[in-house]
């Protein structure tokens, strides 16, 4: 069954930890990207990567990491610089231009 | 920064009636994409229109658009309660450097009255 994979679906951070989110596809798309959506709102870029071990700040990068160490995956790391984390984070794959971008199912990420 | 800026924010209709929603972007694009999202869930696309085209359908869905205005229009027809959710439109940036960024805008939130 191909697709993209985001794990957990719902994450808790204590303030000043850093906390992985998991994004994996077995589609072989060769793009990948990070969104962040705010409730009522709409997705923001945070990081893309079109290739293995290359990738791009998006719109709101700072506080973020990634690492695109093989194709089918791009792990997204809030780092205790991004002040407010909280938020539903997306991850999606495109196959090569001209073509449509598949999500994963999302995963919630809430400082307590 | 935002590249789609949808129009209106929320939309409610009755079930049977038509909605229409508009796009709006400020840079040149490769295509421009549609895509549906469930509360809580991830995106799902419904169409792509390159930017050599006018006009798309499919099934009940209609998309337009005028590269010189730099907007886009997503028409439903016959709207169904199923079709309660929130759409999204998202422009994909020519290639440069290997990379094409995909930006989605804020989003219209579609209701359908039963």
């Known amino acids: 069954d191909g697709g993209i994979t985001q794990s957990p679906k719902y994450l808790f951070r204590k303030e000043g930890q850093n906390v992985t989110l998991s994004c994996e596809q077995n589609?072989?798309?060769?793009?990948m990207y990070w969104y962040r959506q705010d409730p009522g709102q709409g997705l923001r870029l945070i990081y893309y990567?079109?290739?293995?071990?290359?990738?791009q700040k998006g719109d709101i990068a700072e506080g973020y990491s990634v690492s695109r160490e093989k194709k089918e995956s791009f792990p997204l790391t809030v780092t205790s610089a991004q002040k407010n984390p909280t938020a539903f984070y997306l991850c999606?794959?495109?196959?090569?231009?001209?073509?449509?971008?598949?999500f994963g199912q999302g995963t919630r990420l809430t400082v307590v | 920064s935002q590249q789609g800026e949808e129009d209106p924010q929320a939309l409610s209709i009755q079930e049977g009636e038509n909605a229409t929603m508009n796009c709006s972007y400020k840079t040149s694009i490769n295509n421009l994409q549609w895509y549906r999202q469930n509360s809580g869930r991830g995106l799902v696309h419904l169409i792509l229109?390159?930017?050599?085209?006018r006009e798309k359908h499919s099934g009940r869905l209609r998309v337009t658009l005028d590269t010189s205005k730099k907007s886009s229009s997503l028409l439903i027809t016959a709207s169904r309660a199923a079709d309660t959710a929130s759409y999204f439109c998202?422009?994909?940036?020519?290639?440069?450097?290997?990379?094409?960024?995909?930006?989605f805008g804020q989003g219209t939130r579609l209701t359908i009255n039963p």
């Open positions: 998202a422009t994909v940036s020519p290639l440069i450097q290997g990379a094409q960024k995909l930006v």
């Open positions: 990567s079109q290739i293995v071990n290359d990738f």
């Open positions: 999606a794959s495109r196959l090569r231009s001209n073509t449509e971008a598949f």
């Open positions: 589609l072989n798309h060769d793009a």
């Open positions: 229109i390159r930017s050599n085209e």
